[in-house]
């Protein structure tokens, strides 16, 4: 435990809470479109989210490289991506569905000039930049989800079978040992490409929406008891 720093989630994120006893699926007479938020690099991870007719988001999948292995963006998509949301969400239209990702996404490369939102896109997925690439935003938009509540419910919700990124939440997304910035880990993937989704709940609050809009908080250091 002295290797780690504290967990970024630790007192916000409440299993008990916040993982859905039954398992979350797509409202599908709801115009909310299914939200990816994807992590790029050579352990791309994406998290797929809605928001229900009560307005809880829901994390309804995952699909990430595994750990110990690398690939390209492309490869991603085409071998786990695509065929873990073709199987989990047969009756999705493409055409409802969109990729929120790191702006940096948008920057040619220089070896061949694409970008990896062009990547996304030419597959037939709609692709948009995340507000921001700033960490602390980025933390501030999860939490933000996890402090509401609606009707004694929480606001952000996982289902059960997502056992990634809800490890993430519970342990395995750390600070450093300084406190301060996030450990670059498979967990943080994961978990980078969470906020990326929840980023963009926090646009909609001012569209009709009651998600709180996303302001930089204040990194404090807290106590954390190992157990």
């Known amino acids: 435990p002295g290797d780690f720093g504290r967990p970024i989630f630790g007192g916000t994120f409440n299993s008990d809470f916040h993982i859905a006893k039954k398992p979350l699926m797509p ?13 790029n690099g050579l352990q791309a991870a994406a998290v797929i989210l809605q928001q229900d007719m009560r307005q809880r988001v829901n994390v309804l999948g995952e699909a990430y490289v595994p750990d110990g292995k690398t690939m390209s963006v492309e490869r991603f998509l085409d071998t786990i991506f695509q065929p873990y949301f073709a199987a989990k969400f047969p009756q999705i239209n493409r ?9 940096a996404c948008f920057h040619r490369s220089e070896v ?7 990547a996304i896109a030419t597959r037939g997925w709609r692709v948009v930049k995340g507000n921001t690439n700033d960490p602390e935003i980025r933390i501030g938009a999860v939490e933000g989800l996890l402090a509401r509540q609606i009707d004694a419910e929480p606001g952000l919700r996982f289902d059960a079978e997502c056992s990634h990124v809800i490890e993430a939440m519970e342990w395995g997304y750390r600070y450093k040992k300084n406190g301060v910035t996030p450990d670059k880990t498979h967990h943080s993937h994961i978990s980078d490409a969470l906020q990326y989704a929840c980023l963009q709940y ?11 809009q996303v302001t930089r908080r204040e990194v404090q250091k807290r106590p954390y008891r190992y157990t």
């Open 27 to 39: 409202v599908m007479q709801s115009l909310a479109p299914l939200i990816v938020g994807m992590d």
């Open 112 to 118: 061949d000039e694409k970008t990896i939102a062009q």
């Open 95 to 103: 055409a409802n569905v969109m990729f929120v990702v790191d702006p």
């Open 202 to 212: 926090s646009i909609y609050a001012g569209t009709g929406g009651v998600v709180p």
